[in-house]
Each structure stands twice: as C-alpha cells, then as structure tokens.
C-alpha cells in the first residue's frame, strides 16, 4: 500500500513538472533564506532541504558553509539540480525519496522548509511534523515559509497561522516571538516564515 501510494504522489510531481505546471518556482534564492542569512540565523552545519524543487536555495547553502541534504520526490527536479551542482563544481547530497518514508542517517542542525508542507495533502501534516522533529537534534533551527492561499484546495493548501502553531506545538517547538517575515511570491500569493526552534 505505502509503495502505490508512493508512486501515485510521485507521478503527479512528475507530471506537474513535464508540464512546467511550476507555478511556486521563483527561478532564484528566495528573499527569505537571503534575510536568515544576512542575520547569521542559521547555523552552517548539516541542513535539509525538504522538498527542494530545482533547489536554488541549495548553491547558496553550500556557499554560506553548510552540508546540505535535498530531498524531492520527482526525479526531474533532482536530475537538474545535481546538473546545475556539477557545473558549478558544487556538492550536496540529493536524494529522490518520498519524505514521507524516507529517514536520513543521522540529525540535521536545521531544515529550510520551503514551500514542502503546503505540497502535502493536510492529512500527512501530523506525520510530517513528527518527522521534521526527529530530523532535527535538540535546539536545531527549523526555517520555515508557510503558504498563506486563504482558499480551500490544494496544493498549494493553506497554511494559515493557527493551524501552524497548533501543529507545531509548544511539546517541540519554540516559536520566536518577533513577528514573522511577510514573503510575497512572483506568483501572487504570500508565504509567513518563522524560524523554529526544536526543543
Ligand atoms: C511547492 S513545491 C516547492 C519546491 C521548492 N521548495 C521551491 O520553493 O521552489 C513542492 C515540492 O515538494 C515535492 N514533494 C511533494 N511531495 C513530496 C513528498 N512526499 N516527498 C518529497 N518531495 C515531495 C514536489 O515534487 C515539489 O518539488
């Protein structure tokens, strides 16, 4: 059953990305990895990027002294980004896996979640929380960018603000208390990001 279901995600990943249905890629860095940067507010140690897309968030990682881990389901997004790597005579681990399976050998010091949970239907939220926390040790960073849609449907599904701090609850997380980055997107609509903090 996992298997089908699997492969079922990842066909529709496939084809989005066959048909250039890529709506949510900026084609560059985002405005909000470039602020947590500039900020120092992420640690250069071993970073995962969830769902990274084409990933042109990993080349800055790397440049800013991280290792970086990037996961996504489809393999086209993997085979470009690991091109793009090598022209640049860059490395990450880059990994075709569905997340919702896969484990990681060892902890990550932060997870840059871009735009990966708003991709899950909401029925895997929990399960997927439960596993950004085991990814991460104890007072590991988790950069995240919360899709702000305001409509039913997805994805993108709606991340809306109550709903995030009820899923990532005080148990494991620390939520900052400055307010939010408000990132808009060439696209139209809004991400929230938070920098959370593993307990
Ligand atoms: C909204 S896109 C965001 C991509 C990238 N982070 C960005 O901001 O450009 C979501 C990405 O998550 C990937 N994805 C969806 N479900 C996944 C899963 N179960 N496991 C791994 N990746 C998944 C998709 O293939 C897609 O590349």
């Known amino acids: ?13 496939e084809q989005r990305y066959s048909a ?5 890629d900026r084609g560059q860095v ?7 940067l500039a900020a120092g507010q992420l640690p250069a140690g071993r970073v995962l990027v969830p769902g990274c897309g084409h990933g042109h968030e990993v080349a800055e990682l790397i ?14 997004p993997v085979m470009r980004l690991l091109g ?10 880059v990994v075709q896996a569905d997340l919702l399976h896969w484990q990681p050998p060892g902890p990550f010091d932060a997870v840059y979640e871009q735009t990966c949970l708003c991709a899950l239907d909401p029925g895997h939220w929990a399960a997927y929380e439960s596993r950004l926390a085991d990814w991460l040790r104890p007072g590991g960073s988790l950069l995240a960018l919360f899709m702000q849609t305001g409509h039913q449907g997805g994805p993108p599904f709606d991340c809306p603000l109550p709903d995030m701090r009820s899923l990532f609850g005080a148990a494991r997380w620390v939520w900052p208390d400055e307010p939010p980055l408000q990132v808009p997107h060439p696209n139209g ?9 593993r307990r």
Not at 189 to 197: Q, S
């Open 189 to 197: 609509l809004v991400e929230i990001g938070y920098l959370l903090t």
């Open 30 to 36: 985002s405005p909000a990895l470039r602020h947590w």
């Open 63 to 76: 440049r800013a002294g991280c290792q970086v881990t990037a996961v996504d389901i489809a393999s086209q």
């Open 20 to 24: 250039g249905k890529t709506g949510w």
């Open 84 to 93: 793009q790597l090598a022209e640049l005579g860059l490395y990450a681990n």
């Open 1 to 13: 059953m996992a298997v089908t279901e699997s492969s079922h995600r990842q066909h529709e990943w």
